[in-house]
């Protein structure tokens, strides 16, 4: 080899170092390179433990695959233990050393572009991704910092959004309010733009958040339900064993609000979610969070959505109101316990629950609900404790493919529809009450094993009706008081009823089906028991004390009265078969006197009327003494 050559191939090494050193240093072209002075041995010591800020490799390869996890952003920058790597288009071009430490906004501002980050009085504008690695901590906001608002610049690509990342780290939000900016305009981005920024807890990160209010973050999905292509992001999202809090926290006009997928011990305390384009809020599989506080009102879906295996974590401390779909929407849970939870004015009713099993539903709330619960989908071992329904359509509906659900110790009032709507299989209410509403229980078409137990009705159209195809029907303990109407409707076959007590209304129990009613009263109503049942209604220890009609039964329809008192102005229309001692009569005195009493007032009352008028027109003349005859004086 000549000598020339050799002289040539150390020149290009040498010349090669030189630049590696200078990308090294984050100098540019055109930087001016100081000759730098000597310094002591124990300053040169410390230089040497510092990192190197060589790009090597395997920095390149991390930085690459996080810069393609994140959406492949446009500009993102890397903040490391003792540097921050300035990243555009997935290349690192520039390497800045920082003190270590906890970073803040003066740290950013130091070491990004000045048209990445911006900071004018108590606003910073930031147009770039932030992503932390393991151990790296960034505070924006909080004591000490003039920081007040911080604008996340976006645009029509999720390449555009400036998006914050824990990585592996932790971000702590204080005493701030975030939004989103168009660089274009200096306004908030609209809801359809796709580059909108979002807050993100990466698996293995921390995200606090305090006395934060978010606006216009997060970008929906154009894709169908399921469609992993293009989601869409939540404004603050909680990943795969990320962790952290939410506290005094309002998102506004967000994608969806807020999500955690498969998180661990999130703590979420007085969070407002409102006017979302899509869900609230939505719990994904997320374990161990605590949650209290939590308002979710005007979103475009459902207020809050929960689905996934949770680990067992309580639903608790939930208000809806005025959401597009349900206030909260509970999907694929097991175990899952339900309580504290008040909803008004949702779109398509209070509370969901859909592919459910073992759930249980404690105090909870719905006001001027289309449905205040609403449960299908193969939802089994559902137990609804406490529930407090007011006005609306329906109070509780069951779906024909739910099974096993049991309704204890709730009340259903002023439902335009339905108190309780059943179509089911294996379903009981206890201790049930219901008032005012249009139909207090209907059991309709396909529902089987119906067990009523202590079901109570006060006022409203009809109290208990069953449609035909349904069967196994049990009714005990119930009591129906000044029904309109008909205190039962049942065209349910071998109905079975016992210890029924009804009060006013129209007719006591309306038979289209074979039916045993035992140890029951009806009084006051205007009819007793009308049957029009092909097959035969048997009747045993009834007493009827009724205005009008005592037992009327259809011709063809089979009737049995067993030891039964039956009193009316006419105790029996119709053929039946009498067993035992029955005693069929007019009413009792004091149903007859409350009766005639009310003719008689009626009576007085328009003949002082009638005589006022007459006094008015001048037509009342004074009475003369009849003449007696001729013979009696």
């Given at each position: 080899?000549?000598?020339?050559?050799?002289?040539?191939?150390?020149?290009?090494?040498?010349?090669?170092?030189?630049?590696?050193?200078?990308?090294?240093?984050?100098?540019?072209?055109?930087?001016?390179?100081?000759?730098?002075?000597?310094?002591?041995?124990?300053?040169?010591?410390?230089?040497?433990?510092?990192?190197?800020?060589?790009?090597?490799?395997?920095?390149?390869?991390?930085?690459?695959?996080?810069?393609?996890?994140?959406?492949?952003?446009h500009r993102m920058a890397v903040l490391r233990d003792?540097?921050?790597?300035?990243?555009?288009?997935?290349?690192?071009?520039?390497?800045?050393?920082?003190?270590?430490?906890?970073?803040?906004?003066?740290?950013?501002?130091?070491?990004?572009?000045?048209?990445?980050?911006?900071?004018?009085?108590?606003?910073?504008?930031?147009?770039?991704?932030?992503?932390?690695?393991?151990?790296?901590?960034?505070?924006?906001?909080?004591?000490?910092?003039?920081?007040?608002?911080?604008?996340?610049?976006?645009?029509?690509?999720?390449?555009?959004?400036?998006?914050?990342?824990?990585?592996?780290?932790?971000?702590?939000?204080?005493?701030?309010?975030?939004?989103?900016?168009?660089?274009?305009?200096?306004?908030?981005?609209?809801?359809?733009?796709?580059?909108?920024?979002?807050?993100?807890?990466?698996?293995?990160?921390?995200?606090?958040?305090?006395?934060?209010?978010?606006?216009?973050?997060?970008?929906?999905?154009?894709?169908?339900?399921?469609?992993?292509?293009?989601?869409?992001?939540?404004?603050?999202?909680?990943?795969?064993?990320?962790?952290?809090?939410?506290?005094?926290?309002?998102?506004?006009?967000?994608?969806?609000?807020?999500?955690?997928?498969?998180?661990?011990?999130?703590?979420?305390?007085?969070?407002?979610?409102?006017?979302?384009?899509?869900?609230?809020?939505?719990?994904?599989?997320?374990?161990?969070?605590?949650?209290?506080?939590?308002?979710?009102?005007?979103?475009?879906?459902?207020?809050?959505?929960?689905?996934?295996?949770?680990?067992?974590?309580?639903?608790?401390?939930?208000?809806?109101?005025?959401?597009?779909?349900?206030?909260?929407?509970?999907?694929?849970?097991?175990?899952?316990?339900?309580?504290?939870?008040?909803?008004?004015?949702?779109?398509?009713?209070?509370?969901?629950?859909?592919?459910?099993?073992?759930?249980?539903?404690?105090?909870?709330?719905?006001?001027?609900?289309?449905?205040?619960?609403?449960?299908?989908?193969?939802?089994?071992?559902?137990?609804?404790?406490?529930?407090?329904?007011?006005?609306?359509?329906?109070?509780?509906?069951?779906?024909?493919?739910?099974?096993?659900?049991?309704?204890?110790?709730?009340?259903?009032?002023?439902?335009r529809v339905a108190g309780v709507a059943v179509n089911?299989?294996?379903?009981?209410?206890?201790?049930?009450?219901?008032?005012?509403?249009?139909?207090?229980?209907?059991?309709?078409?396909?529902?089987?094993?119906?067990?009523?137990?202590?079901?109570?009705?006060?006022?409203?159209?009809?109290?208990?009706?069953?449609?035909?195809?349904?069967?196994?029907?049990?009714?005990?303990?119930?009591?129906?008081?000044?029904?309109?109407?008909?205190?039962?409707?049942?065209?349910?076959?071998?109905?079975?009823?016992?210890?029924?007590?009804?009060?006013?209304?129209?007719?006591?129990?309306?038979?289209?089906?074979?039916?045993?009613?035992?140890?029951?009263?009806?009084?006051?109503?205007?009819?007793?028991?009308?049957?029009?049942?092909?097959?035969?209604?048997?009747?045993?220890?009834?007493?009827?004390?009724?205005?009008?009609?005592?037992?009327?039964?259809?011709?063809?329809?089979?009737?049995?009265?067993?030891?039964?008192n039956v009193h009316a102005l006419e105790s029996v229309?119709?053929?039946?078969?009498?067993?035992?001692?029955?005693?069929?009569?007019?009413?009792?005195?004091?149903?007859?006197?409350?009766?005639?009493?009310?003719?008689?007032?009626?009576?007085?009352?328009?003949?002082?009327?009638?005589?006022?008028?007459?006094?008015?027109?001048?037509?009342?003349?004074?009475?003369?003494?009849?003449?007696?005859?001729?013979?009696?004086?």
């Amino acid at each position: 080899m000549s000598t020339g050559a050799t002289s040539r191939r150390w020149t290009v090494r040498i010349l090669a170092a030189g630049i590696t050193t200078a990308v090294g240093l984050g100098l540019t072209a055109g930087t001016a390179v100081a000759a730098t002075p000597a310094v002591p041995a124990v300053a040169q010591q410390t230089a040497a433990v510092a990192p190197t800020q060589v790009v090597t490799p395997d920095t390149a390869a991390s930085v690459r695959r996080s810069w393609e996890s994140r959406g492949r952003p446009h500009r993102m920058a890397v903040l490391r233990d003792y540097r921050i790597d300035v990243v555009t288009d997935g290349r690192v071009t520039r390497q800045v050393g920082h003190a270590g430490g906890t970073v803040g906004i003066a740290t950013l501002s130091r070491a990004l572009p000045s048209r990445w980050l911006t900071v004018s009085g108590g606003t910073a504008t930031l147009d770039a991704t932030l992503v932390l690695t393991s151990g790296v901590s960034l505070q924006l906001g909080g004591s000490g910092s003039s920081l007040q608002t911080l604008q996340l610049a976006g645009g029509d690509s999720p390449a555009d959004a400036a998006s914050i990342h824990t990585g592996g780290g932790r971000v702590d939000l204080v005493g701030l309010t975030v939004t989103s900016v168009d660089p274009g305009t200096g306004q908030p981005l609209p809801a359809t733009a796709k580059g909108r920024p979002a807050i993100v807890a990466s698996g293995g990160g921390r995200l606090e958040v305090a006395d934060v209010t978010v606006n216009d973050l997060g970008a929906v999905s154009d894709g169908a339900p399921g469609d992993e292509g293009d989601r869409g992001t939540a404004a603050i999202e909680f990943h795969t064993g990320s962790t952290g809090s939410l506290v005094r926290t309002t998102v506004a006009r967000a994608s969806t609000g807020v999500e955690l997928s498969h998180s661990d011990g999130v703590h979420i305390e007085q969070l407002t979610v409102s006017d979302s384009a899509e869900d609230g809020l939505v719990l994904a599989g997320d374990r161990g969070t605590t949650m209290s506080g939590i308002r979710a009102t005007g979103n475009g879906a459902n207020g809050v959505l929960v689905s996934g295996e949770s680990g067992g974590r309580p639903i608790t401390g939930i208000s809806t109101n005025a959401n597009g779909a349900f206030g909260v929407a509970v999907v694929g849970e097991n175990g899952t316990q339900v309580t504290g939870v008040d909803t008004m004015a949702d779109d398509a009713g209070g509370l969901r629950i859909s592919r459910s099993t073992n759930l249980t539903v404690s105090g909870y709330t719905a006001t001027d609900q289309r449905m205040g619960v609403f449960t299908h989908v193969h939802s089994t071992g559902i137990v609804l404790d406490g529930l407090r329904t007011t006005g609306g359509a329906r109070g509780l509906v069951v779906e024909k493919s739910t099974s096993g659900l049991e309704a204890k110790n709730s009340t259903f009032t002023g439902a335009r529809v339905a108190g309780v709507a059943v179509n089911g299989n294996d379903i009981a209410l206890n201790d049930v009450h219901v008032a005012d509403s249009r139909s207090a229980v209907r059991v309709d078409r396909g529902a089987h094993d119906i067990r009523l137990t202590g079901l109570a009705v006060e006022g409203g159209r009809d109290g208990l009706v069953t449609a035909a195809g349904t069967s196994g029907l049990v009714v005990t303990g119930l009591t129906v008081a000044d029904v309109e109407s008909d205190a039962v409707r049942s065209f349910t076959p071998d109905a079975r009823i016992t210890g029924a007590e009804i009060s006013g209304g129209g007719t006591g129990f309306d038979l289209a089906a074979g039916a045993t009613i035992t140890n029951s009263t009806v009084t006051a109503a205007r009819e007793g028991i009308r049957s029009r049942s092909p097959e035969m209604v048997y009747a045993s220890g009834v007493t009827v004390d009724t205005t009008e009609l005592g037992v009327n039964s259809a011709e063809g329809s089979p009737f049995t009265l067993v030891d039964s008192n039956v009193h009316a102005l006419e105790s029996v229309r119709g053929l039946i078969t009498q067993q035992g001692t029955n005693d069929l009569s007019l009413p009792p005195l004091n149903l007859l006197g409350a009766i005639g009493i009310p003719l008689i007032v009626l009576a007085v009352v328009l003949e002082e009327l009638h005589t006022y008028r007459q006094r008015r027109l001048g037509r009342i003349t004074r009475r003369r003494t009849p003449r007696l005859p001729a013979e009696a004086s």
